[in-house]
């Protein structure tokens, strides 16, 4: 079996499609208009959580094949399996979380990939063309571009908090644990969980931030003007330092493309599109659902997509690992079993 190179695996670091800031947007839209009828108390922290669930191997300190797996490789096993072992509100809105980033990957990448297509020649999604520095400054300088004009309507990351589901519901932990263990065979750290927690108060100082690099227009006439300086005069040069260098996800941050007004009602319809299939899937139990391309928004086959098929092919290098972390659980499971039948069979000499 084949396993990828260092470099293609690390290439995935860049963020996925759509921003993250889109992601939580439409969770904050979903869970305000229906939480009261899905959970019997506040869990909004873990339907955030869940939104960015599968982006969290993209997060400093995070392992990145997590999300390669739960973006190529059975996107509708992993997460169903999470719904089927979720027995808390706290579990249960980390799923739908999850299910709903699914429902936005798949209605919102075609329609990104599209416009990368517009200033890109010969773009092509199931190609490497992703991996090119080109089209990763194009694709992510229009990311960012969709996020900021979402922030600049909405002020809902101002109180935004991140918790990941903590009950163990098996040896291997919690219920996105124990999914991974059961559909890959693959051990997650929970030192991911409390990495992607930990930026939450960093996400809720990007508005801040953006501000700051003139992409958020101040209400104060001598800010804006500050803003003009710092947007026209001092990231221009930065910008171009950071092409020399290779730098896409800096590059796009100083220098992103703020769409159109036209095309922010698209994205905006596209997002109310995704909530509107989410709820309708939701009364129907996800039974539609499909093992998705999270990158393409098509299902996801061997040979068809080669980002899939370089997580695929790393995925099924895993076998002796596999093997072994079987073996690991039946040893502890036998342990388990020979300790219950010792006490229970010295408590029946004894007495």
């Known amino acids: 079996m084949l396993l ?6 690390s290439s995935s670091l860049w963020c996925n499609m759509p921003g993250f800031i889109s992601h939580l947007y439409m969770a904050n839209n979903v869970y305000h208009a229906h939480h009261t009828r899905w959970f019997k108390k506040d869990v909004l922290p873990y339907f955030l959580a869940g939104v960015l669930g599968p982006d969290m ?32 509100d706290e579990e249960k809105a980390f799923a739908y979380g999850w299910l709903l980033h699914i429902y936005g990957d798949v209605l919102i990448h075609p329609f990104i990939n599209r416009k990368v297509s517009e200033q890109v020649k010969n773009f092509k999604p ?13 694709h992510t300088r229009l ?23 903590s009950r163990s519901v098996s040896k291997h932990g919690n219920i996105i644990q124990h999914a991974f ?92 599109n995704v909530e509107k299939q989410f709820l309708l899937s939701e009364k129907k139990s996800f039974k539609a659902l499909k093992n998705y391309n999270l990158d393409t928004g098509g299902i996801s086959i061997f040979g068809k997509n080669k980002h899939a ?7 099924q290098a895993l076998d002796l690992k596999k093997v072994l972390a079987r073996f690991r659980y039946q040893r502890n499971a036998i342990k388990q079993y020979l300790n219950r039948f010792y006490k229970k069979h010295m408590k029946a000499e004894k007495s």
């Not at 004009?149 to 109180?159: G, L, S, T, V």
């Open 4 to 9: 990828c190179s260092r470099k293609a695996q």
């Open 57 to 88: 191997g993209y997060f400093p300190n995070t392992d990145s094949f997590l999300s390669d797996l739960c973006h190529y490789v059975r996107s509708k096993d992993l997460v169903m399996n999470m719904l089927s072992n979720a027995k808390t």
């Open 126 to 138: 199931d190609d490497y063309d992703l991996f090119h520095f080109r089209p990763k400054l194009v």
């Open 143 to 165: 990311e960012y571009g969709f996020d900021i004009r979402i922030m600049h309507e909405d002020d809902f990351m101002k109180h935004m908090n991140i918790l990941f589901p």
């Open 181 to 272: 263990f059961t559909v890959y065979c693959y051990h997650v750290s929970a030192k991911n969980f409390s990495a992607v927690e930990k930026t939450a108060p960093w996400m809720r100082k990007l508005p801040f931030g953006f501000s700051v690099l003139g992409l958020l227009p101040s209400k104060h006439a001598v800010l804006r003007a500050l803003q003009w300086l710092v947007r026209h005069v001092l990231m221009p040069p930065v910008h171009f330092f950071l092409i020399l260098l290779k730098k896409p996800v800096p590059a796009a941050l100083v220098n992103p493309t703020l769409p159109s007004d036209e095309e922010m009602q698209e994205y905006k319809q596209l997002i109310h």
């Open 309 to 315: 098929d370089l997580a695929i092919q790393r995925w």
